[in-house]
C-alpha cells in the first residue's frame, strides 16, 4: 500500500462523513416539506380550502413543520398573501 492510496482513503472517509453530517441535517427539512405539500395538496382536492402552492409555501412548511402549515392556512383563509 502506497502513500497515495492512503491519502485517498483517507479524502474519501473525510468526504463521506461531512456528506452523512449535511445529508442528516438536511432530511427532516425535506421531509417537513413534503408532509406540508401533502396536507395542501388534500385541502386542494376536498376542495376545503385552496392554498397556493409555491415556494415561499414550501419553505414556510418546510422550516416550520406542521405548525408553519397551520400558519399558510390561516394567513389562506384570512385571504392574506404570501
Not at 13 to 41: C, D, E, Q, S, T
Amino acid at each position: 500500500m502506497g502513500w497515495g492510496l492512503l491519502i485517498a482513503l483517507f479524502i474519501s472517509f473525510l468526504a463521506f462523513y461531512f456528506l452523512f453530517r449535511m445529508f442528516r441535517r438536511i432530511m427532516p427539512l425535506v421531509l417537513h416539506g413534503i408532509l406540508g405539500m401533502a396536507v395542501f395538496w388534500a385541502l386542494r382536492e376536498t376542495r376545503i380550502l385552496v392554498v397556493p402552492i409555491d415556494i415561499v409555501t414550501f419553505l414556510i412548511a418546510a422550516f416550520g413543520g406542521i405548525l408553519g402549515v397551520i400558519v399558510v392556512i390561516l394567513l389562506a383563509f384570512l385571504g392574506i398573501p404570501l
